[in-house]
């Protein structure tokens, strides 16, 4: 992050590598992108790689031109193309023939997913620790979409859904929305300008456990709720969301909690443990589940006097991504089995 004049790099524990990889899973639900398919060295930096990857992706998607849709578009023209809007012409031209008032689908480059790509590349050449190599081929792109609409900053970002015409521009828009994300920062207080790029890590683990899981509970029915909004107690006054329940029937049959903490001491906070002991006793659970970012990777139990018995899973990260997500199937396929 860039904040007047001063650089300050914020380096993830997580290999980068690892952490593209994670933020693909979690995007898409499964793997749209594996740690090997940009090339990352193991000690590459957030935004430099970001960088890397969407101008490999971006310039492959626009090797043969940018892609082009139809577009409906409302003009006066001096001739009718397309269709004529009566209403338009009496109220605006007050009965004048000319110019006509009309509607009409033009064929154009300038369609949501060049403005996304057009709009990220902008958003890269203005970060911070950008190579000097990538802020060239960064250029190229943004001269290959000239004609093409800038989106303001803090406008939304449009959604483009992916089929058959766009398919060669799925990995680019990809990173172009982690590239345009709320974790990218462009910021001017008074004479104070701060600009970065910036990954909340818990929120990265949180989102691709949650793919894991739910991608492992697929076959076991039901469904894999996040952020479940409940409450605690008979007034309905405590609000309380779990990170992830597994609900059959309508029957909340699993807990889950996702923390990205690590052990001090030998320990995980206890308040993790109460928490967990609150939510099993709210939905009649006998066992309720934690799992932490790093630790010991065999399961620690912990009984509660006259309660639930609290399982506490650690994964290891710095094992590649699939490995992780076979981790997470492991350590909950008894359960969905039993249940």
Known sequence: MRIAGHTVWLKPKTPVRRLFAMLGYARAGSAIWTEDDFGFEEDDELVPALAHAFVRQASRALAGGPL????????????????????????????QPLPVEVSFDDYVEDIAENQVLLTAATRLLRLPGVPVDVLGALRRIVRVLDGVSFIPVGAPVPVVRADRRNARYSSALALASLALSGSSVEQRAGSV????????????????????????????????????????????????????????????????DVKYKVEKHGQYP??????????????????????????????????????????????????????????????????????
């Open 68 to 95: 082009r849709g139809y577009v409906t578009r409302e003009d006066a023209l001096p001739l009718v193309r397309g269709r004529w809007r009566i209403g338009d012409q009496l109220t605006r031209r007050g009965g």
């Open 270 to 339: 206890n308040a993790d443990l109460y928490q967990m002991a609150a939510y099993c006793q709210r939905f009649g659970l006998d066992v309720g589940h934690l799992v932490y970012a790093a630790g010991d990777t065999d399961p620690r139990r912990v009984v509660v006097i006259d309660g639930p018995e609290v399982q506490q899973h650690a994964l290891d990260l710095d094992e590649p991504v699939n490995h992780i997500s076979a981790q997470l199937s492991s350590l909950f396929e008894w359960k969905a089995r039993l249940s």
């Open 193 to 256: 300008v701060a600009s970065g790029f910036l990954v909340d890590m818990w929120s990265v683990f949180e989102d691709f456990v949650s793919a894991a899981l739910r991608e492992a509970f697929k076959p076991y029915g039901g469904e894999l709720v996040s952020q479940y909004a409940s409450t605690l107690d008979v007034e309905g006054t405590v609000k309380i969301a779990p990170d992830l329940v597994w609900v059959v029937d309508g029957v909340v049959r699993a807990c889950i």
